[in-house]
């Protein structure tokens, strides 16, 4: 089947400006999470989205959110860009009930520089 | 508060021989571990994980991994190693139950032809 997908892959924006991305997961898969992965602080847990609900949250400042829809899909949305947010974000998804809940299957990520 | 170690985050080998990788933890209660590869140009993949039972687990493409509890540790071996496996390693752990990943930073192996 299918793997996670997400979109766009590579998006270049400019201080001050919003950026969302979007995040497809695995059919059948009901939880999706989301990282931040730069190379100083490697990858860093956002958050995880299970059944439309925010189910965890990272120490992430507010301008980073994120929602789920009803078919599972998930955006996440970073508002008044900074330089620092340059990083690539990535998406996993699971199923995220039962043993299930913990395997995490990640898709290739968006490539987000801020200029 | 809570983390995952990794050392020695370059690692240079030649083909054939032994690969080992260390990953320690600090958590409390029960936990979940992974170790994911990412290979050049490609996304994260789940090379094992241990949820219970057999500490010694058996991952993709020769890999295994041995979870000691007293020592909080999960290291990666694979006894020889080819050049197909140069790739960055991660660790990653969630206490059972919670989908909150939180990852070593990472191993990068080299493998020499």
């Known amino acids: 089947k299918a793997g996670v997908t997400q979109t766009p892959r590579y998006l270049i924006k400019t201080r001050g400006q919003q950026v969302t991305l979007s995040c497809s997961p695995i059919?059948?898969?009901?939880?999706v999470s989301w990282y931040q992965q730069t190379p100083g602080q490697g990858l860093q847990f956002l958050f995880e989205y299970f059944s439309e609900t925010q189910r965890n949250k990272g120490n992430f400042p507010g301008r980073f959110s994120g929602r789920q829809f009803s078919n599972s899909r998930s955006e996440m949305n970073v508002s008044t860009l900074e330089l620092g947010d340059s990083a690539l974000y990535l998406c996993?998804?699971?199923?995220?009930?039962?043993?299930?809940?913990?395997?995490?299957?990640f898709g290739p990520g968006t490539r987000l520089t801020v200029l | 508060a809570q983390s995952v170690s990794q050392h020695n985050h370059h690692v240079i080998l030649s083909e054939a021989a032994s690969l080992e990788l260390g990953c320690n933890y600090s958590?409390?209660?029960?936990?979940?571990l992974f170790w994911y590869v990412q290979y050049p140009g490609q996304h994260l993949q789940l090379l094992l994980k241990y949820f219970s039972g057999d500490p010694l687990v058996k991952g993709i493409k020769g890999f295994e991994a041995e979870f000691i509890k007293s020592k909080f540790s999960f290291n990666l071996r694979k006894p020889s190693v080819q050049w197909s496996d140069t790739a960055e390693y991660f660790c990653?752990?969630?206490?059972?139950?919670?989908?909150?990943?939180?990852f070593g930073k990472g191993n990068q192996v080299v493998v020499i032809p």
């Open positions: 990653a752990v969630n206490l059972y139950g919670n989908n909150r990943l939180a």
């Open positions: 996993a998804s699971s199923l995220g009930t039962g043993e299930g809940l913990n395997e995490q299957f």
């Open positions: 059919s059948g898969h009901r939880s």
């Open positions: 958590y409390g209660g029960t936990v979940n």
